[in-house]
Structures are given as structure tokens and as C-alpha cells.
């Protein structure tokens, strides 16, 4: 049955995102909490569908009050799809998202895109390098290394970041092929990306918990609780 095998393929690329980034997950958990305890700003960004990532990490029952997100929403995909895509192909418009974006070199800028190939993730990364922020990714290495650079200078997101978290997807991300269809369906960047995103967070936690210095993990206001302390709206 499709469903059935469709389960079994979401769960063997759980199984390989887990193992091919246990590194990338403790290196990206360790710039967050230092960066926490040393008290700076960890910024997180991603146009079309990898804004869904950047909303994953903010005001998040379960989540963690850490991420200071850049929004641009010309670059999301509820407002005109085919605009943003161009939008985020478009050199120089990383000047225009980070225009109102003031960090300092010890922050971290997490940048969230499958391809990293367009011109916009690719100079934020590279114009936050400048500025003595880390830079970390989450990308899809396999798709990436597949296609063009559309920046430039030919760079990627995934060799300007200091560290890279890889969501295993394929190229073009949707990967399953259910019978009588001839198209691949069931793209994958969203569901491992958000389980990446936990993992780090919960190892960041981890983190801070042996430093003593945990942040109140945000809960839902959707839960009988009297106290509104850390609450959120998820």
C-alpha cells in the first residue's frame, strides 16, 4: 500500500538525517549556547517554503526563546510564490532583507534553504561572514552539489557556513514516487528540517541545563495552566 510505503521512506531518511549529523548537531547546539551565555543574537532566516523552518524555531510551544527571526515577506511564499522565487535569485537583495538587521561579530545567523544555490541566502551568508557572525546552514548537500550556484561568485550556501546541518533530500526534494504517478511526490525538506531544528534545540538545552543557565521552554496557552509565564500561542 502507497501509505505504507511512503511511512517507511519518510522513516529511512529520519534514520540516515539522524546518523549523518550527529557532528553537525552538537557543533550547531554548542555556537548556539555560547552564544546564548555570552550574550549575543541568534538570528534565523529562510525564504519560500524554509520560512516554515525560521517559524519552527520562534514562539514555539516546546521550543526555546532564543531565535531572533528576519523576516522579509516579499520572500515568503503567501504572498506571490512566483515573486519571491524571483526575489531570492535576485543579486543584491540580501542588502535590502538585512537593511534594518544590526549584529555584531560573535552573533549567529542561521540560514535555512534546500538548494543554497540563490544569490540571496548566499550574500547574507557571505555579508554575515564579514561581519564576524557564524554562519550556520541547513541545506540538502545532495541537491546542492547537483546544481549551479545562481550567486555571483559562484559560492553555495553550504561552503560559506561554519556549520552545516543536511536534511538528506534529493534533488528537487520531493523523492517519492507513489504508483501510476510520474512525478515524485512527498518532499522531505520540511519534515527532517523541523526534526533537525529540535534536535538542536533540545541539545542546546542540554547545553545550558549543565551551565546553569536554562531558559523557560516556551509552552502552549492552549493548555489549562493558570500561569502565563512562557507561554505562547501554538
Not at 172 to 181: I, K, M, R, S
Not at 190 to 219: C, K, N, S
Amino acid at each position: 500500500m502507497g501509505i505504507s510505503a511512503l511511512y517507511g521512506y519518510f522513516a529511512e531518511k529520519l534514520e540516515g538525517v539522524f546518523h549523518a549529523n550527529q557532528t553537525a548537531i552538537e557543533d550547531a547546539a554548542q555556537v548556539i549556547s555560547h552564544a546564548y551565555q555570552t550574550g549575543h543574537t541568534i538570528f534565523a532566516f529562510g525564504s519560500g517554503h524554509s520560512a516554515l523552518l525560521v517559524e519552527e524555531m520562534y514562539y514555539r510551544a516546546g521550543g526555546l526563546p532564543l531565535i531572533t527571526p528576519i523576516w522579509d515577506f516579499d520572500v515568503m511564499i503567501h504572498r506571490d510564490p512566483l515573486r519571491a522565487s524571483a526575489l531570492e535569485r535576485t543579486p543584491g537583495y540580501a542588502s535590502t532583507v538585512l537593511q534594518t538587521i544590526t549584529w555584531q561579530p560573535g552573533d549567529v545567523l542561521w540560514l535555512i534553504s534546500n538548494s543554497g544555490r540563490n544569490a540571496l541566502v548566499v550574500e547574507m551568508a557571505r555579508m554575515a561572514r564579514g561581519a564576524g557572525v557564524t554562519v550556520m546552514a541547513l541545506t540538502s548537500l545532495r541537491h546542492s552539489r547537483a546544481v549551479q550556484a545562481g550567486d555571483a561568485q559562484g559560492d553555495k550556501l553550504f561552503e560559506l557556513a561554519d556549520v552545516v546541518l543536511d536534511n538528506g533530500g534529493v534533488l528537487g526534494d520531493a523523492g517519492f514516487l507513489p504508483e501510476g504517478v510520474d512525478r515524485p511526490m512527498a518532499p522531505t525538506s520540511t519534515v527532517l528540517g523541523a526534526v533537525l531544528v529540535h534536535a538542536v534545540e533540545v541539545r542546546v538545552m542540554e547545553h545550558l541545563v549543565q551551565a546553569g543557565v536554562p531558559p523557560e521552554v516556551l509552552r502552549s496557552f492552549n493548555v489549562d495552566d493558570p500561569s502565563p509565564s512562557g507561554a505562547c500561542g501554538a
